[in-house]
């Protein structure tokens, strides 16, 4: 099983901050995805990245997958409350990437 | 669409019980997935189903745990002799077949809790 590790493992920052959230590994991967989870609730999909290098925009968030495809970058811009959550990384494996496996997240918490 | 629901969303049982949680999956999803998610901790995959089949199960599914996708639609997850060790968030989650790379919609977990 590949490890992917997230950093930092906690985040609290003021309203209106930007802020940038890392997955690595040591491994190559077809595709990544980014989830966001927030308390008592299960994981709800942001974005699949699959190409080395590429840039995905979702509002005030931006995806970057490394050009060796081994790491991700999640930036936030102007940070709001509502964006707290435990955000984390996964890569799919097996036929169709059914099988997830998850890195332990980055717990963000924005405060007003 | 009402999404993946879970039921319960928490349970409380003592060391020894036996719980089985069920899970809805999204309707015309033919894929089913359970996870175990722990504090501080992302969800580590814990079994599969593709329409009644289980395909795959993690090293993590115990003999004390079985699931079942009788009609290959609803999943239930039982857990025989509980232990402390067991309390955990189990989250379902279900997709449709096809495509390069799954989408799996998370429901919103069961809490376990082993006094």
């Known amino acids: 099983t590949q490890l992917l590790e997230q950093s930092p493992q906690f985040l609290s920052i003021q309203e209106g901050e930007n802020l940038t959230v890392y997955c690595n590994s040591s491994?190559?991967?077809?595709?990544l995805q980014w989830y966001r989870q927030e308390p008592g609730e299960g994981p709800v999909l942001l974005v699949t990245?699959?190409?080395?290098?590429e840039v995905k925009k979702l509002k005030r968030l931006t995806f970057q997958f490394g050009d060796a495809r081994k790491d991700s970058s999640l930036h936030i811009t102007a940070a709001q409350p509502g964006d707290t959550g435990l955000y984390l990384c996964a890569y799919g494996s097996g036929g169709s990437n059914y099988k997830l496996t998850f890195g332990k997240g980055t717990l963000l918490t924005v405060n007003p | 669409d009402t999404g993946v629901s879970q039921n319960p969303r928490h349970k409380i049982t003592k060391r020894g019980q036996n719980v089985t949680f069920r899970c809805d999956p999204i309707?015309?999803?033919?894929?089913l997935y359970w996870y175990r998610q722990t504090l501080g901790q992302g969800p580590e995959f814990l079994t599969y189903f593709q329409n009644e089949a289980q395909l795959e199960k993690s090293r993590l599914l115990s003999d004390r745990f079985s699931a079942e996708r009788p009609k290959g639609s609803f999943s239930t997850l039982e857990i025989q002799r509980t232990e402390q060790g067991d309390s955990a968030m189990y989250l379902c989650?279900?997709?449709?077949?096809?495509?390069?790379?799954?989408?799996?919609?998370f429901g919103p977990g069961t809490r376990l809790t082993v006094l």
């Open positions: 990245v699959v190409t080395g290098g």
């Open positions: 491994s190559v991967f077809s595709s």
């Open positions: 309707s015309e999803h033919n894929r």
């Open positions: 989650a279900s997709s449709p077949s096809g495509g390069v790379i799954d989408t799996q919609y």
